[in-house]
C-alpha cells in the first residue's frame, strides 16, 4: 500500500513533521517557520546536575512533541496521540492506520535508525518521522531531514520505536485529523498566540536556568568552565554545546534563523512593520550564536584556550541573552490586530 | 546570515544529505538554502568521537587485566549508560553494577547473557570475548 504523498524536507524534525502532516488534511497553508513560531518552538534552558553523554544538558528549542501539540491545538485541529507498552498492538495501531490511507508521525530513537550515518547515532530518543505506507515488509518513511524519502525494515522500525533511556518513544504515534476548514483568521489568531506564549517562555519562567535568563548563566558558567574542568572537559563541554546548538541545521544559530523567517512571514498576517525589524534582530542573535561557536571551536580544537577566550566566550552569550531579550521585549510592545 | 555564507564544508551527514537552513537574500528576506555541512560542527562531532574512541580502549584495558567484565567495554561502545541498559534489558541498575565486575559476569546464566547481546546487538559469543564481526 503507497498513499499519496509528498516528502518534504525540513531544518528540524518536528517541524517538517508537524507542517507535513497537517498539509496532508488540507491545511496547506502552513510552512516550516510558521509552525515553528505558531508552536513557540524557540527556547533555551540548561538543566544543571544532568549529563548527556558526559557533558552538560542543553536545549534550544521546547520539550520533544510540544510544537506539533500547540499548533494543531492553536488552530482548532483535533490530535490522535497514542503511547504503546506492547510492540505487538504498535504495529498493529500502525499497520491498521496504513491501511487507511492515514500517514502518521512517530517519536524514534536515533541510535538504531539504519540510514543515519554512524557518526550522528547518539541515544537521542526524540527524533520524528512520518510513516507514509508499506510496500511488503518495508515501512516508507519521509525523514524531515533528508533530502528524500527512505525506508525501514519492520524489525529496524519496532527497534527505533522502541528505543530506550531518556525520553523513551514508547512507539509514539500521532497525527492530526481532518479538521473544519481552517481559514486566514485562524492563522493570525494562532500567531498572535504563539507569540505571546514564547514571550512568557524566553522572559518570564523564574529562576536563571531557562530563557534569556538561562543564556545569560550559561556565559557566567563557561567563564569558569577552564579553572573548574580544567582544559581537556571544558573542550569536551564546548564541544557539547556547539553540537547541542548547530547540529542538523538546528538549535540556536538555525533556530534564531527561522523565528527570524516566521517572523517576516507573521507580516503577511499581521501587517505591522516592527515584524520585519525584529526578524532582523534574531538574524543578529543568530549570527551571533554562530559567531560563540567559532569562538568554542578554536577552544576545543586547541588553537585558542587563554582564561580570556574563555571569558569572551562566556560574554558572547551574555551579549546574546541582551539580544533575545530585547527582541522579545519588542515583540510584547506589538498591537495585535485581531 | 546571509545566502551567500551558508557554509559548504565536509560534514558527516553530507554522504548522505544535505542540510535545510534559512538564511537572508540580498533584500533581507528569508528563504531556505542547503548546506553540505559545517566545519566547526564536525570538529565538534569528532572531539567527542574521539573522547568516546578513548573511553572505549580505556574500558578495554581493563577489561583484558580482568578488573571489569566486558560489559564495560560494551556500555562505552553502544554509549549506553546504566539507564538505558536498564531499559533494553529490565534489569535493575544495581544488578548490572553487580555484572560490571568479572565474577559475577562469568557467573551469568545464557538467558541474561541473551538479554545483554540484544541490548547491545551482538552474539552471546561475541558478548563474552568482544571480537566483533560486524558489518
Known amino acids: 500500500m503507497k498513499n499519496e504523498f509528498h516528502h518534504l524536507q525540513a531544518a528540524h524534525c518536528e517541524n517538517g513533521v508537524t507542517t507535513n502532516l497537517l498539509r496532508g488534511v488540507g491545511v496547506s497553508q502552513l510552512t516550516e517557520p510558521l509552525v515553528f513560531g505558531i508552536g513557540s518552538g524557540l527556547f533555551f534552558v540548561h538543566i544543571p546536575f544532568l549529563k548527556v553523554n558526559k557533558g552538560p544538558a542543553i536545549a534550544f528549542r521546547t520539550m520533544p512533541g510540544l510544537i506539533f501539540k500547540r499548533t494543531c491545538n492553536s488552530l482548532g485541529v483535533p490530535v490522535v496521540r497514542k503511547k504503546f507498552s506492547s510492540k505487538q498492538k504498535a504495529k498493529l495501531f500502525l499497520d491498521d492506520c496504513l491501511n487507511k490511507g492515514q500517514a502518521v508521525g512517530c517519536q524514534v530513537g536515533v541510535y538504531y535508525l539504519t540510514y543515519f550515518p554512524k557518526e550522528y547515532r547518539f541515544h537521542f530518543n526524540a527524533h520524528n518521522l512520518i510513516i507514509f505506507g508499506k510496500e511488503g515488509e518495508n515501512y516508507l518513511v519521509s525523514d524531515p531531514v533528508m533530502e528524500n524519502a527512505t525506508s525501514l525494515t519492520e524489525y529496524e522500525l519496532e527497534r527505533v520505536r522502541f528505543a530506550k533511556g531518556p525520553l523513551a518513544p514508547r512507539g509514539q504515534i500521532y497525527y492530526p485529523q481532518l479538521p473544519q476548514n481552517v481559514t486566514e483568521g485562524d492563522i493570525r489568531n494562532a500567531i498572535k498566540k504563539g507569540v505571546k506564549r514564547n514571550i512568557n517562555h524566553m522572559l518570564h519562567i523564574p529562576g536563571s536556568i531557562a530563557g534569556v535568563k538561562g543564556i545569560a548563566t550559561m556565559g557566567n558558567k563557561i567563564k569558569k568552565w577552564r579553572n573548574k574542568l580544567g582544559p581537556k572537559d571544558a573542550g569536551l563541554y564546548l564541544a557539547q554545546l556547539v553540537r547541542m546548538q548547530e547540529e542538523i541545521g538546528t538549535g540556536g544559530g538555525g533556530f534564531r534563523y527561522i523565528y527570524g523567517a516566521f517572523l517576516q512571514q507573521a507580516f503577511q498576517y499581521h501587517p505591522d512593520e516592527k515584524l520585519i525589524e525584529i526578524s532582523k534582530t534574531f538574524t543578529r542573535a543568530g549570527d551571533l550564536w554562530r559567531s560563540a561557536a567559532v569562538q568554542a571551536a578554536g577552544i576545543y580544537k586547541g588553537r585558542i584556550g587563554a582564561q580570556e577566550d574563555y571569558n569572551q566566550m562566556g560574554d558572547m552569550l551574555i551579549e546574546i541573552s541582551a539580544i533575545e531579550k530585547d527582541a522579545f521585549r519588542a515583540l510584547k510592545n506589538i498591537h495585535w490586530q485581531s | ?135
Open chain 2, 1 to 135: 546570515m546571509k545566502k551567500e555564507e551558508i557554509p559548504q564544508d565536509n560534514g558527516a551527514l553530507n554522504k548522505l544529505t544535505k542540510e535545510v537552513v534559512y538564511a537572508t537574500d540580498q533584500s533581507g528576506n528569508y528563504s531556505t538554502g542547503l548546506s553540505t555541512g559545517w566545519d566547526i560542527k564536525s570538529t565538534a562531532l569528532d572531539v567527542a568521537w574521539n573522547d568516546i574512541e578513548k573511553r572505549i580502549a580505556d574500558a578495554k584495558a581493563k577489561v583484558l587485566s580482568n578488573e571489569a567484565s566486558p560489559l564495560l567495554y560494551f556500555m562505552e561502545l553502544r554509549l549506553m549508560d546504566l539507564q538505558i541498559i536498564s531499559g533494553y534489558t529490565g534489569f535493575w541498575k544495581w544488578t548490572i553494577k553487580k555484572h560490571l565486575k568479572p565474577a559475577a559476569f562469568n557467573k551469568l546464566s545464557i538467558a541474561r547473557l541473551k538479554k545483554y547481546a540484544e541490548a547491545f546487538n551482538v552474539t552471546i559469543e561475541e558478548l563474552k570475548t568482544m571480537e566483533l564481526h560486524e558489518k
